[in-house]
């Protein structure tokens, strides 16, 4: 008689186990199509995929993370970081789960909460070596230098020549600000690869790093001629030749790098600054265009052209650059420099007093500031003012300021 009751029972569980597989091996099916759809580049279609391979087995971790990876390539940081956690919930002892989740706090900003799941992980499997290096660079990220090097060493310790890891310590030390030992670890690196045109990149940004401009310039010659199509080696030589006063050098290398690479704001903004050194202010100002298209927030690019639409008549767009310029960096002296100068060149000497007043209230020392703000003075009659401050910015090493003295204050 128990018998006959618990079959039921027995079949119950087994029907519901037999769904279970069934939905967990349909939600595998489904993992695979958004895996394929991702590598073909449809989005939409891969993160369909994953919601319906979550709805088809609400258990499966798997599921979350592979759209949490997805949501986060995507720039969704919040709605990956919940898939994230949810799928931490359901396997809280995956190392992977937690080096993939560490990956989306990086991007998210949360560098400290990146280095807790990576010592989360590496504790679970501490022989994983790439776990390591992942939470070697949140910890670069982190500002953590001495530990990141440490951490180096210890990987280092099993693979000696490894250049990667070489070349990984060689980076933190730059980082640090230590160029002589990052160029220790290059050297060491091209014993081991002397045909890795990184390798040659990187001893060149060390030998410029420490004023060696020659060195450097050989250097980034070798990497350009192992790797004709590596564009940063272009861009860093472009940078060389520019401090040895190669302009017509520089610039080719910056096209040259450009030609290579048209997704990188800085290389832009650095092939503005030769053109605007050559005198070709419209080629400037169209780069400085490329790179705020490419980095809306990059402030350099905003204050450099906001001095070059000045240069160009374009007051208007001056004064929309520079106060973009002032929202995202609200303590530039610079910035309120520039604003002042702009007042200044429409004969609004108070307006312009006002932003110089700023601009020396954040850097007291600022010569250019000083210079303006002294010419403003004389232009609202308050000579004894202007010539102080003409004075000061003299002093500090302004020619024009100096010159200014003798025309405005031989009195």
Same mark, same amino acid.
């Given at each position: 008689? #128990?018998?006959?009751?618990?079959?039921?029972?027995?079949?119950?569980?087994?029907?519901?186990?037999?769904?279970?597989?069934?939905? @967990?091996?349909?939600?595998?099916? *489904?993992? #695979?199509?958004?895996?394929? #759809?991702?590598?073909?580049?449809?989005?939409?279609?891969?993160?369909?995929?994953?919601?319906?391979?979550? /709805?088809?087995?609400?258990?499966?971790?798997?599921?979350?993370?592979?759209?949490?990876?997805?949501? $986060?390539?995507?720039? #969704?940081?919040?709605?990956?970081?919940?898939?994230?956690?949810?799928?931490?919930?359901?396997?809280?002892? $995956?190392?992977?789960?937690?080096?993939?989740?560490?990956?989306?706090?990086?991007?998210?900003?949360?560098?400290?909460?990146?280095?807790?799941? =990576?010592?989360?992980?590496?504790?679970?499997?501490?022989?994983?070596? *790439?776990?390591?290096? $992942?939470?070697?660079?949140?910890?670069?990220? /982190?500002?953590?230098?001495? +530990?990141?090097?440490?951490?180096?060493?210890? =990987?280092?310790?099993?693979?000696?020549?490894?250049?990667?890891? =070489?070349?990984?310590?060689?980076? &933190?030390?730059?980082? $640090?600000?230590?160029?002589?030992?990052?160029?220790?670890?290059?050297?060491?690196?091209?014993?081991?690869?002397? %045909?890795?045109?990184?390798?040659?990149?990187?001893?060149?940004?060390?030998?410029?790093?420490?004023? %060696?401009?020659?060195?450097?310039?050989?250097?980034?010659?070798?990497?350009?001629?192992?790797?004709?199509?590596?564009?940063?080696?272009?861009?860093?030589?472009?940078?060389?030749?520019?401090?040895?006063?190669? &302009?017509?050098?520089?610039?080719?290398?910056?096209?040259?790098?450009?030609?290579?690479?048209?997704?990188?704001?800085?290389?832009?903004?650095?092939?503005?600054?030769? @053109?605007?050194?050559?005198?070709?202010?419209?080629?400037? @100002?169209?780069?400085?265009? +490329?790179?705020?298209?490419?980095?809306?927030?990059?402030?350099?690019?905003?204050?450099?052209?906001?001095?070059?639409?000045?240069?160009?008549?374009?007051?208007?767009?001056?004064?929309?650059?520079?106060?973009?310029?002032?929202?995202?960096?609200?303590?530039?002296?610079?910035?309120? &420099?520039?604003?002042?100068?702009?007042?200044?060149?429409?004969?609004?000497?108070?307006?312009?007093?006002?932003?110089?007043?700023?601009?020396?209230?954040?850097?007291?020392? !600022?010569?250019?500031?000083?210079?303006?703000?002294?010419?403003?003075? !004389?232009? &609202?009659?308050?000579?004894?003012?202007?010539?102080?401050?003409? %004075? %000061?910015?003299?002093?500090?090493?302004?020619?024009?300021?100096?010159?200014?003295?003798?025309?405005?204050?031989?009195?």
């Amino acid at each position: 008689m #128990q018998r006959a009751a618990l079959l039921p029972l027995i079949l119950t569980a087994a029907l519901t186990a037999v769904g279970q597989i069934n939905n @967990r091996l349909e939600s595998i099916q *489904l993992i #695979q199509q958004g895996d394929m #759809q991702v590598r073909l580049g449809n989005s939409e279609q891969a993160l369909l995929s994953y919601t319906n391979a979550i /709805q088809k087995d609400m258990a499966f971790a798997d599921a979350y993370m592979k759209r949490g990876a997805l949501l $986060s390539r995507l720039g #969704q940081y919040t709605q990956a970081l919940s898939d994230m956690d949810r799928a931490l919930e359901l396997n809280p002892y $995956s190392e992977y789960i937690h080096d993939r989740r560490a990956k989306v706090k990086i991007l998210a900003n949360d560098v400290k909460g990146a280095v807790d799941d =990576l010592d989360r992980a590496v504790s679970m499997d501490p022989y994983n070596n *790439l776990l390591r290096e $992942s939470r070697i660079d949140a910890l670069i990220a /982190q500002g953590e230098t001495d +530990k990141a090097i440490a951490e180096l060493d210890t =990987l280092l310790k099993r693979s000696p020549g490894d250049v990667l890891l =070489l070349l990984k310590k060689g980076t &933190t030390f730059l980082e $640090s600000g230590d160029a002589v030992m990052a160029m220790g670890m290059f050297d060491r690196a091209l014993e081991v690869s002397p %045909r890795l045109a990184i390798v040659h990149d990187l001893r060149g940004v060390s030998l410029m790093r420490q004023q %060696r401009w020659t060195e450097a310039l050989s250097a980034l010659d070798q990497a350009i001629t192992i790797d004709e199509s590596f564009d940063l080696a272009w861009y860093n030589r472009g940078l060389v030749h520019r401090k040895l006063g190669h &302009t017509e050098a520089s610039r080719a290398d910056m096209d040259m790098a450009l030609q290579l690479a048209q997704d990188k704001p800085h290389m832009f903004f650095q092939r503005a600054l030769c @053109r605007k050194r050559n005198g070709d202010l419209s080629g400037a @100002r169209d780069d400085y265009d +490329k790179a705020l298209e490419l980095a809306p927030d990059y402030l350099e690019a905003q204050y450099n052209r906001a001095f070059v639409r000045k240069q160009l008549g374009d007051h208007a767009g001056a004064f929309a650059d520079v106060d973009k310029a002032l929202a995202l960096s609200p303590d530039d002296p610079d910035a309120w &420099t520039m604003k002042g100068s702009l007042h200044l060149l429409y004969g609004e000497y108070n307006d312009a007093i006002e932003h110089f007043d700023r601009a020396i209230g954040l850097s007291a020392d !600022h010569a250019n500031a000083l210079y303006n703000r002294g010419l403003s003075y !004389h232009m &609202t009659y308050q000579p004894l003012r202007g010539c102080e401050d003409m %004075r %000061r910015a003299s002093e500090m090493g302004s020619q024009k300021a100096a010159d200014a003295l003798t025309y405005f204050c031989s009195f």
